[in-house]
């Protein structure tokens, strides 16, 4: 496939919106604490490199159920992406390409 093939616009906007939600769950998940329930902290030397977890609060109601909408919403956002009838119109030798430029769709597009 030589040139950027000529995506739909829902098709464009769904990507766009996983890339959003993946990012947002991401830095999410990086503030939460690193065990969903309260555990002690820990320390194991044992291993080929040494392993240390500082004791975890857990995470909240709130904080759970931030994380859950956001998965869920980012599952219902892939299969419309890779479940779009677009691909269908797209010859099997050219969908993962066609697939691999959605994803960088995003960034080539000029500013509005």
């Known amino acids: 496939m030589a040139t950027t093939p000529e995506f739909p616009s829902d098709l464009l906007a769904g990507q ?4 959003q ?3 947002e769950l991401s830095a999410l998940l990086k ?3 690193w065990s969903v329930e309260p555990l002690d902290g820990f320390s194991d030397a044992t291993g080929w490199r040494k392993i240390e977890r500082p004791a975890s609060p857990g995470w909240t109601p709130d904080e759970q159920a931030e994380v859950e909408k956001l998965r869920r919403r ?3 956002l892939a299969v419309f992406v ?3 009838r677009f691909w269908s119109e797209i010859s099997a030798a050219d969908r993962v390409d066609a ?3 959605l994803k960088y769709a995003e960034e080539e597009q000029p500013p509005a």
């Open 99 to 101: 697939r691999s430029k």
């Open 74 to 76: 980012e599952h219902e």
């Open 16 to 19: 766009a919106e996983l890339h």
């Open 31 to 33: 503030r939460l604490p």
């Open 82 to 84: 890779t479940g779009h």
């Open 21 to 23: 939600v993946r990012a």
